[in-house]
């Protein structure tokens, strides 16, 4: 018997690879579960450049965003901007994911809502990593703000490459084959994983497989952590085909 389940992404108006990267992970598990849909619905908050000023901006947008997608009576909701909510200090998930849910229950609609952010800090601890090295498109800035945010969670970062594209449309033009390149400048002595891409926008999933196998460490990405999650949330098997060691079905 098929069973539908409709995504709903609150995403930056200047995002265009969560839209790309979620529904690819999640129609690669058609072979294995052949039996699930998904159908995938999204409101945008506007955002160009990746800068504190306007993230926080942006981010007074979710809630709109929330009652838009909670009227097409999705069975989750993602925020998929993991830096508009690290830049807001630590442990913010936890509050942009209760105040969006009370939103969407206002509305008539009671949706369980995950974040990018919160999804990469639950999915580093289900594979038990205490600490991981890290590439962001980010100036290095925020990049500290991410690593300061995932330190405050318990995970250390133990060390972080900053690529400083600040045009968030840029970002998603980055190429994913370059993160092989990439990798070669990060220290991962010690590290329990490697976030390849800690940012929805910055395209990595292609690359996912190849990295871990060229490392030999698990590797995990924005956009995998919420997969994992949405999965988890729906009460799914989290099996994604070549997408990293959090998706593999382990956990």
């Known amino acids: 018997m098929t069973t539908n389940f409709r995504i709903g992404q609150i ?30 619905h999204s409101a945008r908050m506007r955002m160009m450049h990746v800068d504190p000023d306007e993230l926080k901006r942006m981010d007074l947008d979710s809630d709109r965003c929330a009652v838009e997608l909670s009227d097409a009576r999705c069975d989750v909701l993602a925020y998929a901007c993991l830096v508009a909510i690290m830049c807001q200090g630590p442990g913010y998930h936890r509050v942009s994911e209760q105040r969006l849910g009370e939103v969407a229950e206002a509305n008539g609609a009671p949706t369980p ?3 990018s952010a919160g999804a990469l800090v639950a999915g580093l601890k289900t594979i038990g990593a205490k600490k991981v090295a890290i590439v962001t498109p980010y100036l290095k800035q925020l990049t500290a703000q991410v690593a300061g945010y995932l330190e405050s969670e318990s995970i250390e970062v133990s060390d972080a490459l900053s690529l400083e594209v600040a045009d968030n449309l840029a970002v998603g ?3 994913p084959a370059d993160l092989l390149d990439h990798v070669e400048r990060l220290n991962i002595t010690g590290a329990d994983a ?12 292609s690359a996912i497989q190849p990295v871990q196998d060229k490392l030999g460490v698990p590797v995990v990405t924005a956009a995998a952590a919420t997969v994992h999650r949405i999965l988890a949330t729906l009460r799914l098997d989290t099996t994604v085909p070549d997408a990293g060691h959090l998706l593999s079905g382990a956990y």
């Open 194 to 205: 490697v976030v390849l891409s800690a940012c929805v926008q910055m395209p990595s999933l």
């Open 113 to 115: 809502v995950i974040s």
């Open 11 to 40: 995403v930056p108006s200047s995002n265009t690879t969560m839209e790309t990267e979620v529904p690819a992970m999640l129609h690669a598990r058609h072979r294995l579960f052949p039996e699930e849909r998904f159908t995938f």
């Open 173 to 175: 033009r980055l190429d």
